[in-house]
Nanobody
């Protein structure tokens, strides 16, 4: 079971990016898929989560109204659409497949699947 993130890059403040999280070896629809991010010197923090089983989504307060999470069952993928990017959004973004959509804190769970991360850099 693997997750691969892509779509990161360098963008100016106010710009947009779309991150992709593609699964292989398992079906993402069977899981809740979350995006976390980790900036240098900071703890890994939850950004957003999507559960295809009930259509539930949630977002960290810091990204509400700017980021949108969505899924594509046919492509076995989940996306994070990021608009109005700010320099403080700069981080490595990771996707996680888990049994729940709790993004309030990061903790290790051996049953979760994580991707390798993709760098997002927002210049001022």
């Amino acid at each position: 079971a693997h997750l691969v993130e892509s779509g990161g890059g360098l963008v100016q403040a106010g710009g947009s990016l779309r991150l992709s999280c593609v699964a292989s070896g398992f079906t993402l629809d069977d899981y809740a898929v979350a995006w976390f991010r980790e900036a240098p010197g900071n703890h890994r923090e939850g950004v957003s989560c999507f559960s295809s089983s009930d259509g539930n989504t949630n977002y960290a307060d810091s990204v509400k109204g700017r980021f949108t999470i969505s899924g594509d069952s046919a492509k076995n993928a989940v996306y994070l659409h990021m608009n109005s990017l700010k320099p403080e959004d700069t981080a490595v973004y990771y996707c996680r497949a888990s049994s729940h959509c709790d993004i309030s804190t990061y903790y290790y769970n051996p049953y979760d699947v994580w991707g390798q991360g993709t760098q997002v850099t927002v210049s001022s």
